[in-house]
């Protein structure tokens, strides 16, 4: 059994600290290359957030092409039994699209460290220059579509009553006064609570010890399929990591986003 197992998803960086010569843990540093080179958890390895996208308009959210996908985890050492603990310095958006990428692969072994490398400094925790070299060659990979929304899917969805779409976009992108693609505005039907609103700054952007009340009070709830976006799936890399960590049991990412959905000839559009 392995040592993280009577762990929940989201671990306090005391939690990774004690595990860190674990033989099954694979941990993955999405912050910058500039912050990594100067100091990040011993063992982490780097991951360019740029990396688990697409990167091609009008939808660079997309998910990578399945060799792309193959060659990283191949990098990072993937195998059966590892446990994967991600951890980013921007209060969890990469960490969360990267847990997100893990459920496309179908590993459901990880935990995010609440607050990232922010909250690992904080603790005065020991940090690393060391660079692990290349684990080895890509792995073949079975990619799943479960925890992905195609713009297909959700234009069939809209209007559900069990259906919950979180546009974790800023305001003036929801209302459209902000434009960034064709079409203005937001999905039918969609709440707007912005990614950085469920983290809490005085606890080095840990997620909100209230955030599942304040969802529930946005009629952001367990019972309904919750599909998440943004622009690109970055910033709802985090709230898809969210609704993960309160357990709702059907949740998913939007990858297209706005890029896709506001570039769209045939998608409804509210303002």
């Known amino acids: ?34 912050r990594y080179d100067a100091g990040h958890i011993p063992g982490a ?39 994967y603990v991600v951890y980013d310095d921007e209060g969890g958006g990469w960490a969360g699209r990267f847990i997100w990428l ?26 690393s220059t060391d660079v692990p070299p290349s684990a080895g060659q890509p792995v073949p990979l079975t990619l799943h579509s479960e925890p992905t929304a195609t713009r297909e899917y959700l234009q069939s969805r809209l209007g559900a009553a069990d259906l919950a779409v979180w546009d974790a976009r800023g305001p003036t992108e929801y209302s459209g006064e902000k434009v960034l693609a064709a079409k203005a505005g937001h999905i039918p039907g969609a709440v707007n609570f912005e990614w950085t609103a469920g983290m809490d ?4 952007l840990r997620i909100r010890e209230d955030i599942a009340e304040i969802l529930d009070s946005l009629g952001i709830t367990a019972d309904k399929e919750v599909i998440t976006h943004c622009q690109t799936h970055h910033r709802s890399g985090f709230t898809y990591l969210v ?17 896709e959905w506001g570039n769209h000839p045939d998608t409804p559009v509210e303002r």
């Open 102 to 127: 893990l459920d496309v692969i179908g590993h459901h072994q990880y935990h995010y460290v609440d607050g990232g490398l922010l909250a690992w400094q904080a603790e005065d925790l020991p940090l």
């Open 243 to 259: 609704a993960k960590a309160l357990g709702y049991p059907r949740v998913k990412g939007y990858a297209g986003s706005w890029g």
């Open 1 to 34: 059994m392995s040592v993280f197992s009577s762990l929940p998803l989201v671990i306090e960086p005391s939690d990774l600290l004690a595990r860190l010569d674990a033989p099954e843990l694979i941990l993955v540093d999405l912050t910058s290359s500039a």
């Open 45 to 83: 390895r780097f991951v360019d957030p740029k990396r688990t996208q697409l990167g091609q308009p009008p939808a660079p959210g997309l998910l990578p092409a399945q060799p792309q996908l193959e060659a990283l985890f191949g990098e990072l050492g993937h195998n059966p039994n590892a446990v």
């Open 201 to 204: 700054p005085a606890r080095n």
